[in-house]
């Protein structure tokens, strides 16, 4: 099956500098990679996501990038911000059918911006 | 529309009660999901509900039973549960661009 690793477990930084997180994965069937943000006691939101067949995608401060022949995929959260503070989980999933959306996930990075 | 709804927020309920968790969505999901979260952990997939068809994760016990009534709603069937049981329990669903979505959780404390 699906494993997923996820790097740093922790991550402090100052308001406005730049935060990344990073993820391997070891299932080449994998094709869908979304990354979800927690905060305490709430569920996991969406954030952002990104398919196999695209390398990088933005929105505002975030951005995802894949490298599907390393079989990475790694978070970039640029100007942070206090309220980014959370923990953010990165997950993927395999193709279509009756396997799709049987999401595995890395352990999470908490991660704490500093005003 | 991202929504999906969970009931109640919060159960606490003895290991001899059977109770049942909530979940609901009317944007025209085509699967539903139930996922187990441990604290500091990620979540874990218990069930799938996908074009009517149950997938189940093995490892889940038979204390816990789905049943999905209708395309919208999925159902988490409590019986007889453990204290380690204790856990927040996710609902979550397929958009049709493909998009999963997560509802807020329903917070389980068996006594």
């Known amino acids: 099956g699906e494993n997923v690793e996820q790097h740093p477990s922790t991550l402090s930084v100052q308001e406005g500098d730049s935060a990344v997180i990073k993820c391997t994965y070891s299932?080449?069937?994998?094709?869908?990679f979304p990354w979800y943000k927690q905060e305490l006691g709430k569920g996991p939101q969406l954030i952002i996501d990104?398919?196999?067949?695209?390398g990088e995608k933005k929105d505002q401060r975030i951005a995802v990038t894949l490298n599907k022949t390393a079989k990475h995929f790694s978070l970039h959260i640029t100007e942070t911000q206090p309220e980014d503070s959370a923990v953010y989980f990165c997950?993927?999933?395999?193709?279509?059918?009756?396997?799709?959306?049987?999401?595995?996930f890395g352990q999470g990075t908490i991660l704490t911006v500093h005003p | 529309d991202t929504e999906v709804t969970q009931t109640p927020k919060h159960l606490v309920m003895g290991m001899t009660n059977k109770k049942s968790l909530k979940c609901e969505q009317h944007m025209g999901h085509r699967a539903m999901y139930w996922y187990k979260q441990k604290a500091k952990k990620p979540p874990e997939l218990m069930f799938v509900y996908s074009y009517e068809k149950l997938s189940i994760n093995e490892s889940v016990p038979s204390r816990f039973s789905p049943e999905c009534p209708n395309s919208s709603l999925l159902n988490l069937h409590l019986h007889a549960l453990q204290p380690e049981d204790s856990a927040l329990y996710l609902c979550a669903s397929t958009s049709p661009g493909n998009t999963i979505y997560f509802g807020e959780g329903s917070w389980l404390t068996v006594v």
């Open positions: 997950a993927a999933t395999p193709a279509g059918g009756t396997s799709y959306g049987k999401l595995t």
């Open positions: 990104i398919r196999s067949n695209v």
């Open positions: 299932d080449s069937a994998s094709n869908y």
